[in-house]
């Protein structure tokens, strides 16, 4: 949003008098980061500034998933405005604990305004299809919402003027290089060959073409570890379940293929991190992130030894050999410590231990049949609904 005369006379006025918080109340429509930045551009220096006062709102967008739900009570805990814009597609109840701290808006970032970004200093795009089967059955609602919504809410951003903007990519970018052993760095030149694969590719592309400030792009690792929004279709949560329900973890295509993993709890502290971190350091920069790379084998075996230690249970590991092939990729997951310091620290049994905890001692989520814990079923059963039930036909519109 252009900077009127009015405003840059109140900015000149009071710039070596005001604090930036006074400033931003002087200036309704501005966020703080624009204050400061604009006032590099007229060459004033802000004498009362506190590094504090920067990055003080942020939206984040499908802060009602899986990721967000733990995501926004962290940046919550830290002190920061969040705002929320998301389409409730698996519901809000992930939010429940902090809704009345948030601004939240029901949503879809492809139609984002200017009155979306308003105030905020930074937006973390976590809103997506966020999984291969949903991208496959609905390829163009896919790629309109994982590449054409990031498209439209970056507009927005540079016009409004948000100059942090980080995309919620995936190291599923990789499925298309060789198999292992090779470990992929961000530089490498990537192929991505199925629609999600390709969707949060293209996403980066857009991104680093909108002419933002700061744009960052992580490729994180399968996500591991209890949500206030369970998923049980990610491999680690599905693997416990498993072995909850069936006392057996089956590990398909030989359990030989390689995935990066990363924590949830980790996920969101390295959110926070690239919010903080200097922009010189960040900005245009692709982060792979993971805890490292697991065989499927070494996954479901390290479940099996966490069980039998932490719930002394007797879990079985099944190989089912199919000749089917599984995407299988390896990531380089250094250059996010080396640029900030940022390192992963959970680990699979630690979180298994935690998650046994909650399940089956705290007795949550162990409806494990609810279809709204598995992406692809929940949706599924929602258009079922939808298509019975005229006034729930919007849910129709987005997979048409
Ligand atoms: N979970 C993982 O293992 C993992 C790994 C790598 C990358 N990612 C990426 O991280 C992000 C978050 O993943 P998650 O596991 O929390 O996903 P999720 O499916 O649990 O949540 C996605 C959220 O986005 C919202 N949404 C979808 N389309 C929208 C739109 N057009 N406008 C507004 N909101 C919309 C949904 O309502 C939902 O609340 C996604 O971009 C995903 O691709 C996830």
């Known amino acids: 949003m252009k900077w009127t005369d009015e405003e840059i006379e109140i900015l000149k006025q009071h710039y070596d008098k005001a604090s930036t918080q006074e400033l931003s109340i002087m200036l309704p429509n501005r966020a703080i980061n624009q204050i400061r930045d604009k006032a590099h551009c007229l060459k004033i220096k802000l004498t009362k500034i506190l590094w504090s006062d920067f990055m003080a709102k942020i939206l984040v967008t499908g802060a009602a998933g899986y990721i967000g739900s733990v995501l926004v009570p962290l940046l919550l805990d830290k002190g920061y405005h969040v705002k929320v814009l998301d389409l409730g597609l698996f519901g809000l109840q992930g939010l429940d604990r902090v809704k009345d701290l948030i601004e939240l808006e029901v949503g879809d970032i492809r139609r984002a305004t200017v009155d979306d970004v308003h105030g905020c200093d930074a937006i973390i795009n976590l809103a997506a299809f966020s999984n291969?089967?949903?991208?496959?059955?609905?390829?163009?609602?896919?790629?309109?919402?994982?590449?054409?919504?990031?498209?439209?809410?970056?507009?927005?951003?540079?016009?409004?003027?948000?100059?942090?903007?980080?995309?919620?990519?995936?190291?599923?970018?990789?499925?298309?290089?060789?198999?292992?052993?090779?470990?992929?760095?961000?530089?490498?030149?990537?192929?991505?060959?199925?629609?999600?694969?390709?969707?949060?590719?293209?996403?980066?592309?857009?991104?680093f073409r909108a002419g933002l400030q700061c744009p960052i792009v992580v490729r994180k690792g399968t996500v591991y570890g209890w949500s206030p929004r369970m998923r049980y279709d990610l491999i680690v949560n599905t693997m416990l379940m498993s072995a909850l329900t069936t006392n057996q973890i089956t590990c398909f295509c030989g359990g030989v293929q390689y995935r990066p993993l990363i924590s949830i709890n980790d996920v969101a502290k390295m959110y926070v991190r690239l919010l903080e971190a200097d922009s010189d350091k960040v900005s245009g920069e692709i982060f792979n992130v993971s805890f490292g790379n697991h065989q499927v084998l070494e996954i479901a075996f390290e479940i099996q030894k966490t069980l039998r230690n932490h719930a002394q249970l007797d879990i079985d590991?099944?190989?089912?050999?199919?000749?089917?092939?599984?995407?299988?990729?390896?990531?380089?997951?250094?250059?996010?410590?080396?640029?900030?310091?940022?390192?992963?620290?959970?680990?699979?049994?630690?979180?298994?231990?935690?998650?046994?905890?909650?399940?089956?001692?705290?007795?949550?989520?162990?409806?494990?049949?609810n279809p709204l814990y598995y992406n692809i079923k929940w949706i599924d059963t929602a258009l079922k609904i939808a298509n019975t039930i005229p006034t729930t036909t919007k849910m129709c519109d987005i997979f048409h």
């Open 317 to 369: 590991v099944v190989v089912n050999n199919d000749p089917r092939v599984d995407r299988s990729y390896q990531i380089y997951d250094k250059k996010l410590f080396r640029r900030i310091g940022f390192e992963a620290t959970e680990s699979i049994g630690m979180v298994v231990r935690s998650m046994y905890d909650r399940i089956c001692c705290k007795c949550m989520n162990q409806d494990f049949d």
């Open 132 to 207: 291969d089967p949903i991208a496959d059955k609905w390829p163009e609602a896919n790629m309109s919402i994982n590449r054409d919504g990031v498209a439209a809410l970056a507009a927005v951003a540079k016009a409004y003027g948000v100059p942090r903007f980080i995309q919620a990519s995936s190291a599923s970018v990789y499925d298309g290089l060789p198999e292992n052993p090779l470990v992929t760095t961000e530089e490498e030149e990537v192929k991505p060959e199925r629609g999600y694969a390709l969707s949060k590719y293209e996403s980066e592309r857009v991104l």
